[in-house]
C-alpha cells in the first residue's frame, strides 16, 4: 500500500482525526436563506387565493421548494410542463396546502446542506499557510522555481496544468504546487458518507489520479468515511485496487510535499 495512504488510515483510526480535520473543514450551517418581500408577498398572494399555477411558479423561482417530489426539477427545467400537466400541479399544491404557508417558509429558508458547503475550504486552509508558504498568483508562480503553491480557481488550475504539464483531463484542479523542482496536481475532497454523490465524488478524484502523460505527481487528497476500515467499498478500494496511488489524507499532505 502506498505508504501516504497507509499513513492517513492510521492518522483517521488512531488519532484524533475528526479533531484535526475540523481545523480544515469547519462544516458551520449557514444562517436561513433569505426570500425577498415582494417574492414572498407573491407567494402569499397566490396560496391565499388558491392560484395553483401562480403557486408553483413564484416557488420554483426561489432556491429550495418547499417540498421534496421526483417531478419538481422537471418543472423548474421546463416551465411550460406546468400548464401542460394540471393535475401534477394540483397534487403538489395539495401538499402545499395541507403544510401551511408558516411551514412553507421555514422549509424555503432551511440553511444550506453542510456538505455542500465544504467544497472552497481545501482553497482557504490553503491560503491560511497551512503547507507553509502561501499561494501564489500564475505570475508570481511562473516567474522562479522556488517551492510555490498556485493560486488559483479549478479552470486556473486546469489551464495552468494544461498549457505548462500536458495535463488533458476534463476535470477542473484544486491543487498545483512545485516543491523541490517537482509539480504536484490534484483534487481535494470530504467525502461525509457512502453513496450516491459521495461515491460520485470520489470516482472523479481518482478518475483524475489515473491521468496519463502529465508531467507531474498527480494526488487525490481525500479526507473522511473512505478512511474507516471495514468492508465500505470505497475503503476496500483504497486498499486493494488503488493501493499504488498517491490517496492521502489532506492532514499528511504537508509532509507528503517536503519529501518529494
Not at 23 to 49: C, M, N, V
Amino acid at each position: 500500500m502506498n505508504r501516504w495512504t497507509k499513513l492517513s488510515i492510521d492518522y483517521a483510526n488512531q488519532r484524533s482525526y475528526l479533531d484535526d480535520l475540523f481545523q480544515l473543514y469547519p462544516t458551520i450551517p449557514e444562517g436561513i436563506r433569505d426570500i425577498d418581500k415582494e417574492s414572498w408577498a407573491k407567494i402569499e398572494q397566490a396560496f391565499y387565493d388558491e392560484d395553483n399555477y401562480s403557486l408553483v411558479c413564484e416557488l420554483l423561482k426561489l432556491d429550495l421548494f418547499p417540498i421534496k417530489d421526483s417531478y419538481i426539477s422537471y418543472l423548474r427545467r421546463d416551465r411550460k410542463a406546468i400548464e401542460r400537466n394540471p393535475r401534477t400541479i394540483n397534487r403538489i399544491c395539495g401538499r402545499l396546502y395541507e403544510m401551511g404557508i408558516d411551514k412553507i417558509f421555514e422549509r424555503c429558508t432551511e440553511p444550506k446542506e453542510t456538505n455542500r458547503q465544504i467544497g472552497p475550504m481545501f482553497r482557504y486552509w490553503l491560503k491560511e499557510k497551512s503547507l507553509g508558504i502561501i499561494p501564489v498568483n500564475w505570475e508570481l508562480f511562473v516567474s522562479d522555481d522556488k517551492d510555490a503553491i498556485l493560486d488559483g480557481s479549478d479552470k486556473e488550475n486546469m489551464d495552468f496544468a494544461r498549457q505548462f504539464l500536458g495535463y488533458r483531463h476534463e476535470k477542473g484542479l484544486d491543487f498545483v504546487a512545485r516543491f523541490n523542482n517537482k509539480y504536484v496536481i490534484g483534487e481535494a475532497k470530504f467525502l461525509t458518507d457512502f453513496g450516491g454523490h459521495q461515491n460520485a465524488q470520489f470516482n472523479d478524484a481518482i478518475s483524475t489520479l489515473r491521468t496519463e502523460g502529465v508531467e507531474a505527481i498527480i494526488v487525490a487528497v481525500l479526507d473522511g468515511v473512505l478512511c474507516i476500515e471495514g468492508n465500505n467499498k470505497m475503503y476496500k478500494s483504497l486498499i486493494e485496487k488503488y493501493k499504488d496511488y498517491n490517496i492521502m489524507s489532506a492532514l499528511v499532505l504537508r509532509e507528503f510535499l517536503y519529501q518529494i
